[in-house]
DNA sequence: ATGGTAGGGGGCCTA
């Protein structure tokens, strides 16, 4: 089964193109983040007319996140145990495939400007995903947690360490409440599968970046144990940056066995 | 050179 996120930046601007990437990789499960819409004014029809379910948390404007599934959505929830949040950013529920896998979409804080109350805020969250993570753990079922984490894993992640290890995204205490994450137990599948210098799911709108390769590597998948067995694969799929209209991040696509 | 671009919503904020 494959098991993809990908950061749209808005979902009715995306409809066509998100579209066209779904058919294009293939997967069974898909964690969408940064969907800027309500979640009645999700796009139920045009995405359910191509064979998914869909589980969506929506709200005004901002964030935003949603699970398509060719597989049934079960038992969805909308809020992490440990944090009361008023954004749109946290989405699980479990897929039959045909086995039960819990599956987390997750897009957390940007943080910026750091230090400050957004970067406060980003901290409050990634504590309240870890204490998630660990709830997970502990119950029987596989998981994974898979979406933007707007965190640069390391200097390699990026095309230019110095330009983002005072940025939000990339500040030893970022790095270090990711590290957290991994270290309970987790394995993230693009360091397990692939492990390479420079690939980035992410390149900013502005000053040519795609075209110089100027990117980050920020949308991740998590992996708990038993899924990490099961895991064969990882890719980017770096062609959905040079469409036309392109969401500035792309999809990555985990392959777990059956 | 502290800009640049994109999206949403409503006259700036977030990224």
């Not at 579209?19 to 359910?48: G, H, M, N, R, W």
Request: charge should be negative.
């Amino acid at each position: 089964m494959r098991i993809a996120t990908w950061n749209v930046n808005s979902i009715k601007a995306r409809l066509p193109t998100v579209l066209e990437v779904l058919d294009a990789i293939s997967a069974d499960v898909v964690c969408l983040q940064e969907l800027k819409c309500e979640t009645d004014a999700f796009p139920y029809l045009e995405i359910e007319e191509k064979g998914w379910n869909c589980a969506v948390h929506g709200q005004k404007a901002y964030n935003g996140v949603a699970i398509l599934s060719k597989f049934p959505l079960e038992d969805v929830s909308k809020e992490m145990a440990a944090l009361k949040d008023d954004a749109a950013r946290y989405i699980e529920a479990t897929v039959m495939c045909p086995r039960p896998v819990r599956v987390a979409g997750v897009y957390v804080p940007n943080g910026n400007p750091a230090p400050g109350e957004k970067y406060d805020y980003k901290l409050e969250w990634s504590e309240a995903l870890e204490q998630q993570a660990a709830h997970m753990l502990r119950a029987e079922q596989p998981f994974v947690i898979c979406g933007d984490y707007n965190c640069i894993p390391g200097p390699e992640d990026c095309w230019d360490d110095s330009a983002w290890n005072t940025d939000a995204l990339g500040l030893p205490e970022t790095r270090a409440t990711f590290r957290r994450l991994k270290h309970l137990g987790l394995t993230e599948a693009f360091e397990a599968c692939d492990g390479r210098a420079h690939q980035y799911t992410f390149w900013d709108y502005q000053a040519g970046a795609f075209q110089k390769d100027h990117g980050i590597r920020i949308d991740h998948v998590l992996a708990c144990p038993r899924m990490a067995d099961r895991l064969q694969g990882i890719e980017i799929y770096r062609e959905a940056r040079a469409l036309e209209k392109p969401s500035d991040h792309v999809p990555v696509i985990a392959t777990f066995a059956d």
